[in-house]
């Protein structure tokens, strides 16, 4: 299929467990990003990739692990998952000189 | 620094009635782009429009128009004629034109359309 796409859609996991979040993305743009959203904080970006292995930090991201070995794919791991991890995550893509994101359908994620 | 400000938390308007969502930016760049995105209820995030700085002319798109004014750092959306549809989440944001690309938003406005 054509287009970004997240799994799983929804995600319930306990304290202190490691979960996966996946992104894969067909049109094999360059910038990949990852965004956790929470009522009242709107999007916050947790870690971005201009391209195959390279990765860099964003706004939040204490807890968090990402890699990205192949263009297409960018997982993120959270190591220990905490209560405060549980959010709504969203990865995105966008190709090199458009600026313009296109986002998965989210991933909700509850840590009991 | 760069910032994006949309002072509306939510809005609620009954179907028919025009509403204009604020956004108002700041930056020290020269050259960067404003965009706004979508969110209904359903979740998924849509991109409505990209606009650099250096393009003034007002966007319209059927019932969807854009204002975008440097002098008062403002990228305000206007819906004409709401319908029930319209009820989402609108975001702003704020792009560098580096290399990062990465996105400054605002925290949103709910808008609400009722019949």
């Known amino acids: 299929d054509a287009g970004i796409t997240q799994s799983p859609r929804y995600k319930i996991t306990e304290t202190g467990r490691q979960v996966t979040l996946m992104c894969h993305q067909t049109w094999s743009h360059s910038y990949m990003f990852w965004y956790r959203q929470d009522l009242g904080h709107g999007l916050r970006l947790i870690y971005y990739s201009a391209a195959a292995d390279i990765t860099d930090k964003g706004e939040v991201p204490d807890g968090y692990v990402v890699s990205r070995s192949k263009t297409e794919n960018f997982p993120l791991t959270l190591e220990s998952a905490t209560r405060s991890q549980t959010s709504v995550y969203f990865c995105?893509?966008?190709?090199?000189?458009?600026?313009?994101?296109?986002f998965g359908s989210g991933t909700r994620l509850t840590v009991v | 620094a760069q910032k994006v400000t949309q002072a509306q938390t939510e809005i609620s308007v009954v179907e028919k009635e025009d509403v204009t969502l604020d956004c108002v930016y700041e930056t020290r760049d020269t050259t960067y782009y404003l965009f706004w995105y979508k969110q209904p209820p359903s979740g998924e995030l849509v991109f409505l429009i990209r606009?650099?700085?250096?393009d003034e002319q007002n966007e319209i798109s059927g019932r969807y128009s854009w204002n975008f004014q440097k002098s008062t750092s403002s990228f305000n959306f206007t819906i004409t004629a709401s319908q029930v549809v319209d009820s989402a989440v609108y975001f702003c944001?704020?792009?560098?034109?580096?290399?990062?690309?990465?996105?400054?938003w605002g925290l949103g406005t709910s808008l609400a359309v009722n019949p």
């Open positions: 944001a704020l792009s560098n034109a580096g290399n990062n690309r990465k996105l400054i």
């Open positions: 995105a893509s966008s190709g090199a000189g458009t600026g313009i994101y296109t």
């Open positions: 606009r650099n700085s250096f």
